[in-house]
């Protein structure tokens, strides 16, 4: 066996057809872009833009790559640039999963977080951070993959001519997002001088401009989504929309939604544009009369998405969980104890228990349960307050039961109170504990109080 390097393991990824969806009279086929090495279709353009920039001499030993990006073309660029010995600067905007920024700065990167609620021409779009960071930084190059002609051209060289080979020479549609254009530009241009029955249809989250530019030949304006990595408020210089024969607009809750049925149904972990892909491929599938082969891509994996699109907390928080809307109390508690959601302690653990399982979860306060009833409250000021009651024994302090520290008195109020009724149990510092009759429902607190009227606003 020849030994490679992890750049060398860039491409070449797997194709497998999907066989437990409902794809119509057609055949649907995943590039499973996940599987570089990076967890990404991104390492592609990466690798090639700046392998571009060392050719052209921009990008010098000890230089600094610097790029605006969704996380996955930092990442992309971070495993490049480390293994080639280069600093690289990410500004990311601050919607993007906590694992790709983690991945990102386990790779020496470093990041800057800057705001995803302005646009192109504000100093703080992600676009324009970059651009000021590499003027005032020596050594340094902008690799900007939306103009970038080195980002399509890794796409026309490999991606296309990959899909063909794998698909034997007979492929009727592609099914790309957008971010920066490059993965629609290449694999278009080679497809159509390769392959010209094949059309390209683009896969774009709802809110975006790019679908309703191509279905009506308008600009819109843009809204919010979830779904990271594809989406724009303008369109790329890399991306040719002329290139693209019919688009879809689907939405967060459908592009989450498909992600998670993959993983179900064909054991395939993709991340949220994935969805928004498979979404947009199932529906051009179900749609053709006759048999159709339709490719479309997993363009990373969803292990970079785990406290999003596979955290059923978060689903619930953005209100895609499907439950039904009641108007009361109970439609504010986003972990039901019924529902097996609620993390909770017992009154016999310890604090450690209760301290680690507050850190583990990112939660401030815990519910004591007893033999499925609740029977007190922690919080992390009550482990506080027995620290500093005993100085100079923290061990003996971890070592105590909870039972010893809870706080027993409850402030209670009916799952169908109105949701009216919390606001002066958290005025008065409380934490409402919500009954159905004798039963437990959950804890409400005040960002899920304040989450309840986000989605209501929507």
């Not at 066989?19 to 570089?36: V, Y």
């Not at 703080?124 to 930084?137: E, G, S």
Request: glycine residues 10%; charged residues 20%; hydrophobic residues 40%.
């Amino acid at each position: 066996m020849s030994a490679h390097g992890a750049l060398d393991l860039i491409g070449k990824t797997p194709l497998v057809e999907v066989t437990s969806l409902d794809t119509g009279p057609c055949r649907l086929f995943l590039k499973l872009e996940s599987a570089n090495p990076s967890g990404s279709i991104k390492d592609r353009p990466a690798r090639a833009m700046i392998e571009a920039a060392e050719a052209d001499g921009r990008l010098k030993p000890g230089g600094t790559i610097v790029e605006a990006t969704a996380g996955n073309t930092g990442v992309g660029l971070a495993l490049v640039g480390a293994s080639k010995g280069y600093r690289t600067l990410l500004v990311v905007p601050d919607k993007m999963s906590r694992e790709k920024v983690l991945h990102a700065k386990a790779l020496g990167a470093d990041v800057v977080i800057t705001r995803s609620d302005v646009g192109k021409g504000h100093p703080d779009y992600y676009q324009d951070l970059a651009q000021a960071i590499t003027n005032k930084t020596p050594g340094a190059v902008y690799i900007n993959q939306f103009e970038n002609p080195a980002n399509p051209a890794a796409h026309e060289a490999s991606t296309g001519p990959e899909i063909l080979e794998g698909m034997e020479g007979d492929v009727d549609a592609v099914v790309v997002g957008v971010g920066s254009g490059g993965t629609l530009t290449g694999v278009g241009r080679f497809l159509k001088q390769a392959s010209p029955k094949t059309a390209m249809v683009l896969a774009d989250p709802a809110g975006s401009i790019l679908a309703p530019l191509v279905e009506t030949g308008r600009m819109t304006e843009a809204g919010s989504w979830a779904v990271e990595g594809i989406g724009e408020d303008f369109v790329p210089p890399n991306c040719d929309l002329s290139l693209v024969k019919k688009a879809y607009s689907i939405g967060d809750k459908e592009s989450f939604s498909a992600a998670r049925e993959l993983l179900r149904k064909e054991g395939i972990l993709a991340g949220s544009s994935s969805g928004t892909l498979l979404a947009a491929a199932l529906r051009y599938c179900r749609e053709q009369t006759k048999p159709k082969r339709v490719v479309t891509l997993v363009c990373d994996t969803g292990a970079k998405y785990l406290s999003k699109v596979f955290n059923d907390a978060f689903m619930a928080q953005e209100g895609w969980l499907d439950r039904k809307a009641t108007g009361t109390a109970r439609d504010v508690v986003i972990n039901p104890f019924g529902e097996g959601a609620t993390i909770f302690v017992s009154p016999s653990e310890t604090l450690r228990s209760a301290f680690a399982r507050m850190r583990s979860s990112d939660i401030s306060q815990l519910p004591v349960i007893d033999d499925g009833q609740v029977v007190g409250l922690i919080d992390e000021s009550d482990i506080l307050d027995a620290l500093v009651a005993n100085e100079g024994a923290p061990q003996r302090v971890f070592d105590k039961p909870v039972r010893d520290v809870m706080v027993t008195r409850l402030q209670t109020i009916s799952a169908d109170a109105p949701v009216k009724e919390l606001l002066p149990l958290f005025a008065a510092g409380l934490v409402p504990v919500i009954m159905d009759g004798a039963s437990f429902v959950g804890l409400a607190t005040r960002i899920d109080l304040i989450n309840f009227f986000r989605i209501q606003a929507q």
